[in-house]
């Protein structure tokens, strides 16, 4: 099995910064794509929002953040997604995601293993 534990949460004002860290754990998991997903307050669907290869030469971002966040990865089981200037509509629960078949597979929403989530709330 595998174990997607993230940190790095919290509240922010608008225009500042934060930066999340997720570590994959289990025999399972492989060389797979790593990366992030988001659920806002009231939406019952989870948006994505990047993901990384484990050599991090491929890197997809949700139009949203594109600009804004920047993801990356340390490890391979270690993945980072460090986001500036956040909005407001940022305000989310972001879960780590991972996929074996990589970070195109997460873009396209097919995700093997989630995190527990980690809530991000961003004041005006």
């Known amino acids: 099995q595998v174990q997607l534990d993230e940190s790095g949460g919290g509240l922010v004002q608008a225009g500042g910064s934060l930066r999340l860290s997720c570590e994959a754990s289990g025999r399972a998991f492989g060389s797979g794509g790593l990366g992030w997903f988001r659920q806002a307050p009231e939406k019952e669907d989870r948006e994505f929002v990047a993901s990384i290869s484990e050599s991090g030469d491929r890197i997809y971002y949700g139009d949203s953040v594109e600009g804004r966040f920047t993801i990356s990865r340390e490890t391979k089981n270690t993945a980072f997604l460090h986001m500036n200037n956040l909005k407001p509509e940022d305000t989310a629960v972001y879960y780590c995601?991972?996929?074996?078949?990589?970070?195109?597979?997460?873009?396209?929403?097919?995700?093997?293993?989630w995190g527990q989530g980690t809530q991000v709330t961003v004041s005006s």
């Open positions: 995601a991972a996929a074996a078949g990589g970070p195109r597979t997460l873009r396209a929403g097919v995700v093997d293993w």
